[in-house]
């Protein structure tokens, strides 16, 4: 009867025994069928058991790095807390590196840090730029494994990316603001926070492509540089809005709607179609407040519960998983916003 089981953990499980666990499993004979079956039915449970077998006693110690605005990191943050409950009864332990902007080398200074000191995996958001591809395969050379969030490196070392398909997001939200649109003139702006993160370039050129294919007559306007910042994406806006007096619509690539919306307001324009990504605290009061067409979503919990678990897959504290799709892209309106969001 084959099975990686120390004999005392059968016996434990059987309620048995371990000397009459031993003779079953050797065929010593003098035990009842019945007894032989409590034992391999023992065994049959402690193999679907497995991972949670594996994982008691288990601390994992990982650090989150991220460049992105605050209304995001701590939506990240509540999440992993949220699902730190899920991941038991391994421990979870994580340290946090969070900066809104800055220049990429202070990043990867943040990095090697993690490389030099340790650490059993890497949680990243970070702009995708030859540095930071280096920092990431000097992590994984030290024997870390580094998992990017909602925005990828695909030329790094990493080992996995979890987030949403953000061509397929780009083209949904070129869809959605033609549909508004219909047949009212007026050009649309687009909002990037940065040239370098992969996730916004992706959603540009999703968005694009559709609007040339269904839409080309409608102007596109690209502003970029905001960081998602309210205080410098208003600037980029209002500039914007002072050059051409025919757009009327907005994709937000990469945050700070309050200060688009302001913008708008502060030189009595319209805003007559508002496509955004993510239900941050900003986004579902400008969403419960009718202000954005559509917010964008994917579950935040579910792709760092996944991230979690890819770096415990790659310290064998998990089975290894098959192809992961993509997140799914949830088109929320002010009518249909989850419970936690439409609460908070």
């Known amino acids: 009867m084959g099975h990686p089981f120390p004999l005392r953990e059968i016996a434990r499980q059987a309620g048995l025994s371990e000397a009459t666990v031993d003779r079953v499993l050797n065929g010593r004979g003098g035990v009842r069928e019945s007894t032989?079956?409590?034992?391999?039915?023992?065994?049959?449970?402690?193999?679907?058991?497995?991972?949670?077998?594996?994982?008691?006693?288990?601390?994992?110690?990982?650090?989150?790095?991220?460049?992105?605005?605050?209304?995001?990191?701590?939506?990240?943050?509540s999440a992993l807390e949220a699902e730190l409950p899920s991941l038991h009864p391994a421990v979870l332990r994580s340290r946090f590196?969070?900066?809104?902007?800055?220049p990429?080398?202070?990043?990867?200074?943040?990095?090697?840090?993690?490389a030099r000191r340790g650490s059993q995996g890497v949680i990243l958001k970070a702009p995708d730029v030859p540095e930071v591809t280096a920092a990431v395969g000097r992590l994984v050379a030290a024997g870390i494994p580094v998992v990017t969030l909602v925005t990828d490196l695909p030329a790094s070392a990493r080992l996995a990316y979890v987030g949403i398909d953000d061509r397929a997001a780009g083209?949904?939200?070129?869809?959605l603001t033609g549909q508004w649109l219909g047949d009212r003139p007026g050009h649309v702006l687009t909002s990037l926070s940065s040239g370098f993160f992969r996730n916004e370039e992706e959603r540009e050129m999703g968005f694009r492509g559709v609007m040339r294919a269904r839409h080309p007559q409608r102007a596109l306007v690209e502003i970029?540089?905001?960081?998602?910042?309210?205080?410098?994406?208003?600037?980029?806006?209002?500039?914007?809005?002072?050059?051409?007096?025919?757009?009327?619509?907005?994709?937000?690539?990469?945050?700070?709607?309050?200060?688009?919306?302001?913008?708008?307001?502060?030189?009595?324009?319209?805003?007559?179609?508002f496509v955004?990504?993510?239900?941050?605290?900003?986004?579902?009061?400008?969403?419960?407040?009718h202000r954005l067409s559509a917010v964008?979503?994917?579950?935040?919990?579910?792709?760092?519960?996944e991230a979690c678990h890819t770096v415990m897959r790659a310290h064998g504290a998990l089975p290894p998983a098959g192809l992961r799709p993509p997140s799914a892209i949830q088109v929320v309106t002010p009518y249909n916003m989850p419970p936690r969001a439409a609460a908070g």
């Open 104 to 114: 990429a080398g202070e990043l990867v200074a943040t990095l090697d840090r993690i």
């Open 171 to 175: 083209a949904t939200a070129a869809y």
């Open 296 to 305: 964008l979503h994917h579950d935040l919990r579910h792709d760092v519960r």
């Open 224 to 273: 970029v540089g905001g960081q998602g910042l309210d205080a410098t994406q208003y600037d980029l806006v209002r500039g914007a809005l002072e050059r051409d007096p025919l757009i009327r619509a907005v994709y937000s690539i990469g945050g700070g709607n309050i200060a688009t919306l302001r913008a708008f307001a502060d030189l009595g324009r319209t805003c007559a179609v």
């Open 276 to 289: 955004a990504h993510d239900l941050d605290q900003d986004n579902t009061r400008l969403l419960s407040e």
């Open 36 to 77: 032989a079956q409590e034992v391999r039915r023992a065994i049959a449970d402690l193999d679907r058991q497995r991972t949670q077998v594996r994982l008691v006693g288990r601390a994992f110690m990982i650090d989150i790095v991220m460049q992105a605005p605050e209304r995001f990191t701590t939506a990240v943050r």
């Open 97 to 102: 590196h969070f900066r809104e902007t800055g």
